[in-house]
């Protein structure tokens, strides 16, 4: 695919293309990953005699291909998007004649969470992150978020009722509340019924859950430690609904917030260099990144994009009730075979 020759100015189109993106607000951190991916591209192109501005989608595709080997399903996807994006930019400027990688990009599955600004953490790294994390409560918090893909809100307005524990070795608690988790081992119910605002077990919550179906996700044995470390020293509360995590600082044992869970993850991460004030959704981890962690990564190791949707509880009611009628073999064997550990 011919492009007429770029301007003098466009000389290297890539330090064109990380020059408006400066302009434009983006963050270096931004900027550096893009151009990690870019100049890959290039090299590769450069293999094969073309430049970015004559290659073609034969090309493009050639590259995806090459890629596929080393880089899991959604890096390939992050990569291929970041080099559409590229295209597309130069292309509007007038610098090149057409997008090579837009037929490329229609035939690929594009799934959830593909952004090529996101940041791209591996489980080891994730696993250094937790380690820096002492205290119970966000330890607790932050693991639950990473091993179940809920919600800040759903995590928030979870009761003890929703959690089962075999043997959990502790006295005070009723962990045996939910019909719904019951034959199916250690496990939390998330359900899909609260609604800000609205009474739910007792109390008026502050946030909603945005599932579309009410979900039970299996606890494995790293989850169920930090819980039980968790439940050892969780205050005692005015709520007749028993919430699961409350507070411990100033409103002490009251339902902790998604507003105090936001504070201290962003404290977390800028402690590791992964926040930003300023930058965008995609650069910063916060509670939310924890989902698209989720994700990626149990996508990746289950093959089973089903499992991982219904987990999330983004599928429709006919593909749920497939889980959910033979939940210990589909779900809870899947998750427990392949779900990332950190300890």
Not at 181 to 201: I, K
Request: proline share 4%; net charge negative.
């Amino acid at each position: 695919m011919a492009s007429r020759q770029a301007d003098p100015e466009v000389a290297d189109p890539i330090d064109y293309y990380l020059e408006d993106m400066e302009m434009h607000g983006r963050a270096e951190r931004t900027r550096d990953a893009y151009e990690r991916v870019l100049r890959g591209f290039a090299a590769f192109l450069d293999d094969r005699g073309v430049d970015a501005g004559s290659a073609g989608h034969r090309d493009c595709l050639a590259w995806v291909h090459s890629v596929r080997d080393e880089l899991s399903p959604s890096t390939v996807a992050t990569y291929a998007t970041t080099v559409n994006r590229f295209y597309d930019y130069m292309n509007r400027v007038g610098a090149f004649d057409e997008n090579p990688m837009a037929l490329v990009m229609e035939e690929m599955d594009e799934s959830i969470e593909k952004d090529p600004e996101r940041r791209d953490v591996d489980v080891a790294t994730m696993g250094e992150f937790l380690g820096r994390i002492r205290h119970p409560l966000h330890h607790a918090v932050v693991l639950t978020l990473l091993k179940t893909g809920m919600r800040v809100g759903e995590l928030c307005n979870l009761d003890c009722r929703d959690l089962r524990l075999a043997d959990p070795g502790l006295e005070g608690y009723d962990l045996d509340g939910r019909p719904q988790l019951d034959g199916r081992g250690d496990a939390v119910y998330v359900d899909s019924a609260p609604a800000r605002g609205e009474a739910y077990n007792g109390e008026v919550r502050e946030e909603s859950n945005k599932r579309k179906r009410s979900t039970v996700i299996p606890v494995d044995d790293e989850l169920r430690r930090s819980l039980r470390r968790w439940l050892a020293i969780r205050p005692d509360t005015p709520s007749e609904a028993d919430p699961l995590f409350v507070s411990t600082a100033t409103d002490w044992g009251r339902r902790l917030s998604a507003r105090a869970v936001r504070h201290y993850v962003r404290g977390y991460a800028e402690e590791m260099g992964w926040y930003e004030t300023g930058a965008g959704a995609g650069e910063n981890v916060t509670p939310h990144y924890f989902r698209h962690f989720f994700t990626t990564h149990l996508r990746d190791r289950t093959g089973d994009r089903g499992i991982v949707k219904y987990l999330r509880g983004d599928v429709a009611s006919d593909v749920i009730d497939t889980y959910t009628h033979n939940w210990g073999d589909q779900v809870r064997e899947t998750y427990l075979s392949h779900v990332y550990r950190f300890d």
